[in-house]
């Protein structure tokens, strides 16, 4: 998803806490409590990314690259494996 390019300078607090301004928030819809996963690159640029945006492309990546799993869940395609291998018990 593009986003609008936002450019705000932040100061770091105490124990190098960061306060994300309300403009980013609410343009990434952030909530209170929302998990985000902070990458460093080798450039040394940090990005940030909502986790649920991370599990959700790791989903699309895993049902392009095993096509039974599409609309199954990981925990469906478990369950069947599992009752696969018990009838074969």
Do not use: F, S
Request: proline letters at 3%; a positive charge.
């Amino acid at each position: 998803m593009k986003h609008p390019v936002v450019q705000q300078a932040v100061q770091l607090g105490v124990k190098g806490r960061l306060v994300l301004p309300a403009g980013v928030r609410r343009v990434l819809r952030l909530q209170e409590g929302d998990r985000l996963l902070l990458r460093l690159r080798e450039d040394g640029v940090i990005e940030l990314v909502k986790a649920q945006e991370v599990v959700m492309g790791n989903k699309g990546l895993l049902q392009r690259l095993y096509p039974a799993l599409k609309g199954k869940t990981l925990a469906q395609e478990l369950i069947q494996e599992r009752r696969r291998e018990a009838l074969q018990e």
